[in-house]
């Protein structure tokens, strides 16, 4: 697929709602993301809209939105596919709610939760063994970025997902620098293309070089439309926007 292709036939758009919601607020986002998409279906025809809940929510959304063009996911999987492993949630149980998508290594996860690379790269793995896409979120920090290490540290993230072999094409990446999550602060459309075509590279090395990167971090419906226009900036991973049927409709088509 060559990169103009790539570019205008699938922006994807996906909400992350991290630990926020309850029944009453997501029945209330739920269908306003169905009135407006219903409403003008052509307005998201070249867009790919996905929400990942928490997962006690999952039978919600999947009840809400089944037969409509927005997917879902979970926001995380386990490493373990079955037996005495308390809290966790595996990767089989996401498939019956028809989970398509799981965000796996995100910052929050491997800052609160001591997630390494390898494990992300696994839980990647495990994902894609039951069709599922998993969405690889890498980023360096504020203190990376300063001491001139973002490539590297993106380099070293991406290692081990890298080497997932024939299925490396079937993942989706999301560059999330951690400074820029929650805060506010965007990168700039220049500062995430740098990191995203460095990506690309790492990616067309391994003959991926369709993978959609979404960026991810602080992305605003005031701020969308620079950041998509990058050549490699494929998509949004959007958390505390998302909330907002509104506004992240209208990231969506920015
Ligand atoms: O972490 C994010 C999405 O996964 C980004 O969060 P914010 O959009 O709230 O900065």
């Not at 052509?42 to 089944?66: D, G, M, N």
């Not at 979970?74 to 990767?91: K, R």
């Not at 820029?180 to 740098?194: R, V």
């Amino acid at each position: 697929m060559s990169d103009e292709i790539r570019k205008s036939t699938s922006r994807l758009v996906v909400g992350n709602w991290k630990m926020n919601g309850s029944l009453a607020l997501n029945q209330t986002l739920l269908a306003g993301l169905l009135e407006k998409t219903k409403a003008t279906p052509e307005k998201y025809a070249t867009v790919q809209l996905a929400v990942c809940p928490s997962f006690p929510y999952l039978a919600q959304v999947q009840q809400a939105l089944s037969g409509s063009s927005i997917s879902w996911g979970a926001q995380d999987i386990s490493l373990y596919t079955e037996g005495a492993y308390t809290g966790e949630v595996s990767v089989g149980m996401l498939m019956d709610f028809a989970c398509q998508w799981a965000i796996v290594g995100h910052s929050e996860r491997r800052s609160y939760h001591g997630e390494t690379s390898q494990q992300v790269a696994e839980k990647a793995r495990l994902a894609l063994s039951q069709g599922m896409t998993p969405i690889v979120c890498i980023g360096e920090s504020l203190e990376q970025r300063q001491e001139g290490n973002t490539l590297a540290i993106i380099e070293q993230q991406l290692k081990p997902v890298l080497a997932l072999g024939e299925q490396l094409k079937n993942i989706v990446v999301a560059y999330e620098p951690v400074w820029a999550i929650g805060t506010g602060l965007t990168a700039t459309p220049e500062q995430a293309q740098e990191v995203h075509a460095f990506i690309r590279e790492l990616l067309r090395q391994q003959q991926a070089p369709q993978v959609q990167i979404l960026y991810g971090g602080s992305v605003k419906s005031a701020n969308a439309a620079s950041l998509f226009a990058m050549q490699d900036i494929d998509g949004a991973l959007v958390g505390g926007a998302a909330l907002d049927a509104d506004e992240f409709l209208a990231i969506a088509i920015a």
